[in-house]
C-alpha cells in the first residue's frame, strides 16, 4: 500500500513540475523587460539629468578675496601710508533673468523623455518577443499537420501494400506514396531546424533555455485590439498622440521652446555684487587710528551689441521649435500610414481566413473522400488521390501562415495602441 503512494506521489510531483515549467506569451514578455538592461540604463541617464539640472539651477559660488593694498615701495611698512590696508572681499554673480528656473524646467523634459524612451523600449521587447513566439508557433503548427499527414499516408500505404499482397495494387503507387512520405519527412526537419533556430533566439531575450516547453497557443486580441473601430482618421491620430515615440518627439518641442526661453534672457542684464573691507594699521596726527574702509560695487553686463551673439542664438533656438515640429508631424504622418496599412491588411486576412474555413478546407477534404473511395473502387488513379493529399496539405499550410500574419499584424497594431 505504502509503494503506491509513493508512486501516486511521484507521479502528482512529477505533474506539478511539468506543469510549472509551461511558458507562456506573458511570462515570456515579462522574462524579458526583466532581462533588458537597457530599462535600468534609462533609470540611471534619468536620474542622473535631473541631478544635473538641479545643479544647473543653482546660483554660482561666491568668490572671496583677501590681500594687501597700497603698500609704500620705499619702507613697504604697513603702518607709513594711509592707504596701506589689508583687503577682504566677496563677490557674487547673480543669474540672468529667470534662467536658474528655466534651466531646472529643461532638466526635467530631458527626464520626461526617457520615461518616455523607457515605455517605447518596452514596446520594442514585447514586440520582438511576440514576433519570435509566434514564427514559433507557425513552425510547431506545421510539424503536427505533416506529421498528421504523414500518418494518414502512412496508413493508406498500409493498405496498400495489402492490396499489393492480394494483387489489386500497383508497385508503382508505393513507390509514390513513399516517395511523398520522404518528402514530408524533410519538411518536418526543415521546420524543425528553423523552429530551433527561433527557440535560441527568444531565449536571448528572456533567458530561458531554448528547449523549455512553449504553451503557443495565440492569443485572443479580437476584443483588445478593436481594430475594425479605428477606421476613422481622428481616432487613429488621437491614438497615435498617445504613442511614446510621439509623446517623446512632443517632449522635445517643448524641450527645445524651452531653450527659446533660455536664449530671451540671454538679453537681460547680468549683475555682479562686490563687497570689500579694507583695515588700515597707519594713524592720525593726533596718535588714534584710521578708520577702516568698506566698499561696494555692482557690475552690469549690458547686451549692447545682440546682432552678433544673442539674435544669433535665438534664431538658432527658435530653428531647433521648428525642426522638432516638422520631425514630430513626419513621424505621426508615417505611423498613421503605416497603422492604415496593417488595419486593411487585417480586414483583407480576415476575409481570406473566412474563406478558407468555410469553403476551401472543406473542399479539400471532400476532395480526398472521393478520391480515396475513388482509388479503393480502382476507378481512380492514384495520382489523383496524391494531388488531393497533397492539394489538402498545402491549404492548410496556407491556413495556419495567414493565421500567424493575423497574429503578426495584430502585434504591430498592438504596438500603435501602446499595448
Given amino acids: 500500500m505504502s509503494a503506491r503512494f509513493l508512486w501516486l506521489a511521484v507521479a502528482i510531483t512529477a505533474s506539478n513540475l511539468s506543469h510549472a515549467q509551461v511558458f507562456n506569451l506573458d511570462q515570456a514578455e515579462e522574462k524579458a523587460l526583466q532581462q533588458d538592461f537597457l530599462q535600468q540604463t534609462f533609470s540611471y541617464r534619468q536620474q542622473s539629468i535631473l541631478a544635473q539640472g538641479e545643479a544647473a539651477a543653482q546660483w554660482s559660488d561666491p568668490t572671496f578675496k583677501v590681500g594687501l593694498a597700497n603698500i609704500p615701495m620705499d619702507s613697504l611698512r604697513l603702518n607709513d601710508d594711509p592707504m596701506t590696508q589689508l583687503v577682504l572681499g566677496v563677490s557674487q554673480a547673480l543669474p540672468r533673468g529667470d534662467s536658474l528656473s528655466i534651466k531646472r524646467s529643461a532638466a526635467q523634459l530631458k527626464s520626461s523623455q526617457l520615461s518616455e524612451q523607457s515605455e517605447l523600449r518596452k514596446l520594442q521587447v514585447r514586440q520582438k518577443v511576440r514576433t519570435l513566439w509566434f514564427d514559433i508557433h507557425y513552425r510547431i503548427r506545421v510539424q503536427q499537420i505533416l506529421k498528421h499527414k504523414q500518418q494518414v499516408i502512412r496508413q493508406n500505404l498500409d493498405n496498400m501494400v495489402?492490396?499489393?499482397?492480394?494483387?489489386?495494387?500497383?508497385?508503382?503507387?508505393?513507390?509514390?506514396?513513399?516517395?511523398?512520405?520522404?518528402?514530408?519527412?524533410?519538411?518536418?526537419?526543415?521546420?524543425?531546424?528553423?523552429?530551433?533556430?527561433?527557440?535560441?533566439?527568444?531565449?536571448?531575450?528572456?533567458?530561458?533555455?531554448?528547449?523549455?516547453?512553449?504553451?503557443?497557443?495565440?492569443?485572443d486580441w479580437t476584443s483588445a485590439t478593436l481594430w475594425q473601430s479605428l477606421n476613422n482618421l481622428t481616432e487613429q491620430q488621437q491614438m497615435l498622440l498617445n504613442h511614446p515615440v510621439i509623446r517623446q518627439i512632443q517632449t522635445e518641442v517643448r524641450y527645445?521652446?524651452?531653450?527659446?526661453?533660455?536664449?530671451r534672457t540671454a538679453y537681460d542684464p547680468a549683475f555682479r555684487i562686490d563687497i570689500s573691507y579694507g583695515h588700515r594699521w597707519s594713524e592720525l596726527p593726533n596718535g588714534s587710528d584710521r578708520s577702516d574702509l568698506l566698499s561696494a560695487f555692482v557690475t552690469v553686463d549690458v547686451p549692447l551689441f545682440p546682432e552678433k551673439r544673442q539674435d544669433r542664438q535665438y534664431q538658432a533656438a527658435v530653428y531647433q521649435v521648428s525642426a522638432a515640429q516638422a520631425e514630430r508631424d513626419e513621424r505621426l504622418r508615417q505611423y498613421q500610414g503605416e497603422l492604415s496599412e496593417v488595419l486593411t491588411q487585417l480586414q483583407f486576412i480576415q476575409q481570406?481566413?473566412?474563406?478558407?474555413?468555410?469553403?476551401?478546407?472543406?473542399?479539400?477534404?471532400?476532395?480526398?473522400?472521393?478520391?480515396?473511395?475513388?482509388?479503393?473502387?480502382?476507378?481512380?488513379?492514384?495520382?489523383?488521390?496524391?494531388?488531393?493529399?497533397?492539394?489538402?496539405?498545402?491549404?492548410?499550410?496556407?491556413?495556419?501562415?495567414?493565421?500567424?500574419?493575423?497574429?503578426?499584424?495584430?502585434?504591430?497594431?498592438?504596438?500603435?495602441?501602446?499595448?
Wanted: aromatic share 8%; charged share 20%.
Fill in 352 to 419: 481570406r481566413l473566412s474563406l478558407y474555413q468555410d469553403k476551401l478546407l472543406p473542399q479539400a477534404k471532400s476532395r480526398i473522400q472521393a478520391s480515396e473511395q475513388a482509388y479503393q473502387a480502382n476507378t481512380g488513379v492514384f495520382d489523383r488521390l496524391t494531388q488531393a493529399y497533397t492539394q489538402e496539405l498545402n491549404l492548410n499550410l496556407e491556413y495556419q501562415k495567414l493565421r500567424t500574419e493575423q497574429a503578426q499584424l495584430q502585434t504591430r497594431l498592438r504596438f500603435f495602441q501602446g499595448l
Fill in 162 to 219: 495489402s492490396g499489393f499482397a492480394l494483387g489489386a495494387m500497383q508497385s508503382q503507387d508505393l513507390l509514390e506514396a513513399e516517395l511523398e512520405l520522404d518528402r514530408i519527412r524533410e519538411k518536418i526537419m526543415a521546420h524543425q531546424q528553423k523552429e530551433q533556430a527561433l527557440r535560441v533566439q527568444l531565449s536571448r531575450w528572456t533567458g530561458q533555455p531554448a528547449d523549455q516547453y512553449l504553451q503557443t497557443a495565440l492569443p
Fill in 256 to 263: 527645445q521652446q524651452n531653450q527659446v526661453e533660455l536664449a
